[in-house]
């Protein structure tokens, strides 16, 4: 179950999930909830009704109570990408605070005084993380007297919205709170994906990226 898969990672992260099921002689089922809460409810319904044997799930907003009950009744299922802070289920997720890290130090690096930071809204762990990560990259990289003369992020942009935002942060915004939930852990163990891991390897190619996140939920299948 993903968002949207008109954006081109939840795309390309599909078609990894359905080469590694079928490497394992297993039938994939897609369902686009076009991140609309009601949609994911009903989907979840469909697990619990037993028309599947488990479920892969990313959402791209806010998590709330009602859906991290029906996540924790539904079955077998995996949380990806974003957090549900209630939810009791195995979850994978980038290293969101190193890979804004990596962006802030290259583009400090660069001299760049201009930036716009696109990401989510401060409830989401993945975009709160990202920022904070930026900003500690920046700092560290950014060469005296090169001070940022404009550093704006725009929030709550998602999916094939995203051009049509503007900023809506001055600049100099400070980083949010580094949020509370668990980085990786779950009732049946913990896995975290190293951007800086991925950056130095040869391979980094996103649909190499979406293969290993596919065989890491694979193995937490019961």
Request: charged residues 25%.
């Amino acid at each position: 179950m993903v968002p949207d898969i008109a954006t081109p990672f939840f795309a390309t992260f599909v078609a990894a999930v359905e080469a590694e099921a079928d490497a394992r002689g297993l039938s994939l089922a897609l369902h686009a909830t076009l991140n609309r809460p009601d949609r994911e409810l009903k989907y979840l319904d469909h697990i619990r009704q037993g028309h599947a044997d488990g479920l892969i799930f990313i959402t791209n907003h806010a998590g709330s109570r009602a859906l991290a009950e029906k996540v924790n009744s539904g079955g077998p299922c995996v949380v990806v990408d974003e957090d549900i802070a209630e939810a009791r289920v195995p979850k994978l997720f980038c290293d969101n605070a190193e890979g804004g890290r990596l962006a802030g130090r290259r583009l400090a690096r660069a001299g760049h005084r201009h930036v716009l930071f696109i990401g989510g809204v401060d409830q989401m762990i993945s975009g709160a993380r990202r920022y904070a990560g930026f900003l500690e990259g920046d700092a560290r990289d950014r060469r005296p007297g090169r001070a940022h003369r404009t550093l704006l992020r725009a929030l709550h942009v998602r999916g094939r919205d995203a051009p049509r935002r503007r900023p809506s942060s001055p600049a100099g915004r400070t980083a949010p709170p580094r949020s509370s939930p668990p980085r990786m852990s779950s009732p049946s163990g913990s896995t975290r994906c190293s951007a800086r891991r991925a950056c130095r390897s040869r391979a980094t190619s996103p649909s190499w990226a979406s293969t290993m996140w596919a065989r890491s939920i694979f193995s937490h299948r019961p």
